[in-house]
């Protein structure tokens, strides 16, 4: 973390954007983001009108997912070890490559998605390893008083990314077909790196060590041995894995609250402006006294807001509590990260970024087939009742669980 000059801390958005680092690592993340949300779109698109078969969209979900979990330890070891600037441009690059072969392939006509579907194996391990590098390069590009508007700008534009992208991609590809919208997510990855080029982050000065199992598991004992840590990643974890109602929107549109893809649409985009406006909000006016209980309170709000949107029969009613509960789990997400980041030495922070990354992407995969199984048991109103309910005693019982987490006032200060 960047030392500063003693006297007032400086917060806002003012202050973040002066540091130019962090701005170009900023503007490259979010063309990044953008331009995967337009790629995940158009590919599940293309997919599904080559074969008309759902089973293909999961192994498409699939092909990511995996590669990310078999690799990401062995990618916080990387990050931890070798210069993280130079890990996420290795990384951007071979994410271009691959939406330039998906243009390709687009352009060629194809027969069969299992082309598509090994450059996604290959897009996956890419963000494998540049996901632990981004997480804990950020802290490099700031300094401590204003990390958490770092924070929550980042988060802010991840939350446009993931509102804008899928929007983009689905309306070009409309209007133009698959190449074009590979054509444009590869421009904007190569805009992203050009961007990336413009940080200067502090090299490693330590040799690069041989890997070993202990040094790539090293960050799941790390966080086993950290109350805090533990606490914070695995309240987040079963907190989305129980509260997946995202998950059933389609069914939730169609049999409860009887609208179209529009309103489907509305629908999903609904968390992410509430996350969004959230994260804007704490640019300015971040967490700085009271982090735990924030936390907690965050998750609350997000078990009763799934509660409430499982009782609902009203659209309009539906789409406020999932804007709350966007907000709530910003809220959450917020505290988890500059914990995490503040918490860990930064010759760590790859490897515990790694873990970190793993939970909450299985999390969010797994939570999607808990509710899935859930609403086939139960019904989908119930299953998303039941799991509100589940998250408030994932709530009650971390707060007695881990106290040093409750009592956590300032970050850095447990």
Known sequence: MRAVPDGPAAGGLRSVLRERSF?????????????????????????????????DLGLLGLSQFLPFVAFVLIAGHVADRFNRKTIILLCLAVMLLCAAALATFAVLGLRSPAPVLGVMIAFGIARAFMAPASNAIMPNLVPTPIFGS?????????????????????????????????????????????????????PK????????????????????????????????????????????????????????VVGIGWLRAAPGVGAALTAVWLTSRPISRHAGRAMFIGVVVFGIATIVFGLSRNFWLSLGVLAVLGAADMVSVFVRHILVQLETPDAMRGRVGAVNSMFI??????????????????????????????????????????????????????
């Open 205 to 260: 000065h330590s040799a690069p060590e041989a890997a070993s199992w202990q040094s790539v598991i090293e960050g799941l004992r790390f966080v086993w041995r950290r109350e805090l840590i533990l606490g914070a990643i695995s309240m987040d974890l079963f907190a989305v894995l129980f509260g997946g109602a995202t998950a059933l929107l389609p069914a939730i549109a169609a049999e409860v609250l009887h609208v179209g």
């Open 150 to 202: 770092a924070v929550a700008l980042n988060s802010s534009a991840w939350q446009v990314a993931t509102i804008a992208g899928p929007a983009l991609g689905g309306v070009l590809y409309a209007a133009t077909g698959a190449a074009v919208v590979f054509e444009v997510v590869a421009l904007m990855l190569g805009l992203a790196v050009a961007c990336l080029a413009g940080v200067r982050a502090p």
């Open 23 to 55: 701005t170009w690592f900023l503007l490259a993340r979010f063309a990044a983001a953008v331009a995967v949300q337009m790629q995940t779109v158009s590919v599940g698109v293309q997919v599904y009108a080559l074969t008309r078969n759902p089973l």
């Open 361 to 414: 992407g299985a999390s969010n995969e797994l939570g999607e087939f808990e509710s899935g199984v859930t609403a086939a048991w139960w019904g989908v109103r119930p299953a998303i009742v039941i799991g509100g309910l589940a998250t408030l005693g994932v709530a009650g019982l971390w707060v007695r669980w881990f106290p040093a987490l409750r009592r956590l006032d300032r970050f850095g200060s447990p």
